[in-house]
């Protein structure tokens, strides 16, 4: 890792959501409102962009549109995180590293 350059990377923005929904929705509509169909497609956001350089990455990757999906509908429902609780094995893992969320707080961010 080298220093920073200024890419940006709408995915890490929409993965975050469920973190600060109003900061990360802003940034994400401020990225597709400053840089159009440079930055949006009708398949989601692109990989990467580096403004400064106008450099725009032409891939729209799966897995960068997943994370911001999956992450929207954890926000909007709470649902990914609930279906993923049910699972046997990542309630041992959660815990055996000792792992206790928050209950409240967990509604709080729905």
Known sequence: MGPLDGTLVPCATGGSLIFMPAECAHVLLSM?????????TRYGFVDAFQ?????????????????????????????????????HEIGHAMSQVQFHPDPDAMMQLL
């Open 32 to 40: 597709r409102e400053q840089f159009k169909d440079k930055v949006y």
């Open 51 to 87: 403004p400064k350089a106008n450099w725009f990455a032409p891939d729209i990757l799966g897995i960068d549109q997943g994370i911001t999906m999956l992450m929207a509908e954890n926000l909007r429902t709470g649902f990914v995180w609930e279906y993923f609780m049910k699972n």
